[in-house]
């Protein structure tokens, strides 16, 4: 049963460790602030609760599983504010996206192709 | 009554995250909850709105499918991250919020953020400005999806008609 919770364990963490790392070379490649808040996106969700889950299975049922839930939690509120804060703060500064904005006849469309 | 259930909760916050059970620990933690309750009292900082927006029960299970969404999500763009060439056709497009309250919108706008490959850039009243990493993204926002599924933690259908409690 301990093994079975390691190696659960272990696989979360080696998966968030790699999700960070795939989220900071993204950051680096990735060409302008909006392109590079989805590859730091990748970092403060998938990376964290996978690291955070893991360390949680290592603990077990204790005080510092409820602490790690608590971070958790803090995360799931704070960065999404944090990212829409930077984001708006880049807009706001006069930096536009290295994109297209699209017209309402192409959401239109993209709208009607996702629907089933 | 709703500071006697305020001063419950910050006391139940307490004693778990300090771990000790000394009377003078526990004396401090009383005191401290009462002077936060004090506080938040005169400065009327308690946002009711909000609070019962928390304690829906259908919001848990919102946030388990969102749970799954970010994963997904997650391996997608990891992989658009790492793999050689460019894999990436970022797009802004303005995508509609039909929830009724504020509090509503607020939690869609953290949503579509809180999934990688789409970031909410502004917002209005019911509408989203959003930064999408690819086509697919967008589409998945504007198929309505997690709009819909909101709405329905708000008790109401996308159309704005009653649903349930």
């Known amino acids: ?116 | 009554m709703r500071l006697v259930g305020l001063y419950l909760a910050l006391f139940a916050f307490w004693l778990l995250m300090s771990g000790h059970y000394e009377p003078l620990i526990v004396g401090f933690g009383v005191v401290s909850c009462a002077a936060t309750v004090y506080i938040a009292r005169r400065k009327d900082f308690v946002d009711y709105a909000t609070l019962s927006w928390y304690i829906k029960p259908t919001l848990p299970l919102y946030w388990l499918w969102l749970l799954g969404q970010i994963l997904k999500a997650n391996f997608d763009v990891a992989t658009r991250c790492v793999l050689p060439g460019s894999r990436i056709d970022p797009c802004v497009f303005r995508a509609p919020a039909n929830q009724d309250t504020g509090v509503g919108v607020a939690t869609y706008a953290n949503s579509i953020t809180l999934t990688p490959g789409t970031v909410s850039m502004q917002t209005w009243d019911h509408e989203i400005r959003v930064h999408a990493l690819t086509r697919d993204g967008a589409r998945d926002v504007l198929g309505g999806e997690m709009d819909g599924r909101i709405c329905r933690v708000e008790g109401r259908t996308k159309d704005g008609t009653e649903d349930g409690p």
């Open chain 1, 1 to 116: 049963m301990t093994l079975a919770v390691d190696i659960a364990s272990w696989l979360c963490l080696v998966a968030g460790a790699l999700l960070c790392l795939a989220g900071g070379i993204g950051m680096i490649r990735f060409p302008d602030v909006y392109a590079r808040s989805h590859a730091a996106g990748v970092i403060d969700t998938g990376g964290a609760y996978l690291i955070l889950l893991g360390l949680a299975l290592q603990a077990g049922f204790s005080l510092i599983t409820v602490k790690l839930v608590l971070i958790g939690l803090l995360l799931f509120f704070t960065c999404p504010t944090a990212t829409h804060a930077l984001v708006k703060a880049a807009l706001a500064g006069g930096l536009e996206p290295l994109c297209r904005e699209l017209g309402a006849d192409e959401t239109a469309d993209l709208a009607d192709e996702a629907a089933p």
